[in-house]
């Protein structure tokens, strides 16, 4: 079956503009996470999603980042006023449940703001 | 706090040699999961093994065993017979019974196998 996909694969912005990525989970999975990785680091969690209510964002960095997602399907996760230290790789997992089952990553969001 | 600590930033190896990756964890909770990934030049992680604090047995799977030892709070990762498609970027990760589900991720080893 369809594992996880993120669009776009690449991204360049300038500093300033405002960006949006997106996360198709694997069908049936209920729960979805977002981590940022950047250059040569772990990852980093962001936040998730319980089918569409987000019971954790403790992740997001600051009030410029924001994500929503649509019932148990598309997530989109939103960078305002990008910054050059935004660039990163933004990494969308999904799992059947969110009790610690296993998280299936997609190929990632390569953003780099200028 | 949650934490995991995977010294080992690099290591390079010769084809057929044995090479384990150590992953250390620190954790309050007395239900939570461990996790191994493998991140290949392409970028994409794919999932390896996943294991709870109730079960301390070791794992085999192919080239590839698991150690989990709650009493070092380690959960090392060994790879037998190493092979250059095993080249890669390793992270351990923990995830604690009351977080819903989020993984905190070491810093990653970067295994390197050369022909």
């Known amino acids: 079956g369809a594992g996880v996909s993120q669009s776009p694969s690449n991204k360049v912005t300038e500093k300033g503009k405002d960006v949006e990525l997106r996360c198709d989970p694997i069908s049936g999975h209920t729960a979805l996470y977002w981590y940022r990785q950047r250059l040569g680091q772990g990852l980093e969690f962001l936040i998730y999603f319980q089918g569409n209510s987000a019971p954790d964002k403790s992740g997001l960095p600051s009030d410029r980042f924001s994500a929503e997602r649509t019932g148990e399907s598309v997530s989109t996760l939103t960078i305002q006023r990008t910054q050059q230290e935004d660039s990163a790789v933004y990494l969308c997992?999904?799992?059947?449940?969110?009790?610690?089952?296993?998280?299936?990553f997609g190929p990632g969001t390569r953003l780099l703001v200028l | 706090a949650q934490k995991v600590t995977q010294a080992q930033t690099e290591i390079s190896v010769v084809e057929k040699e044995d090479v384990t990756l150590d992953c250390v964890y620190e954790?309050?909770?007395?239900?939570?999961?461990l996790f191994w990934y493998k991140q290949p030049p392409s970028g994409e992680l794919v999932f390896l093994i996943r294991r709870n604090s109730f079960d301390e047995q070791n794992e085999i799977s192919g080239r590839y065993s698991w150690n989990f030892q709650k009493s070092t709070s380690s959960f090392n990762f060994t790879i037998t017979a190493s092979q250059v498609v095993d080249s890669a970027v390793y992270f351990c990760?923990?995830?604690?019974?009351?977080?819903?589900?989020?993984?905190?991720f070491g810093q990653g080893t970067e295994l390197s196998v050369k022909p």
């Open positions: 997992a999904s799992s059947q449940t969110s009790v610690q089952e296993t998280q299936y």
């Open positions: 954790t309050r909770d007395t239900t939570y999961y």
């Open positions: 990760a923990l995830s604690e019974g009351n977080q819903g589900g989020k993984l905190i």
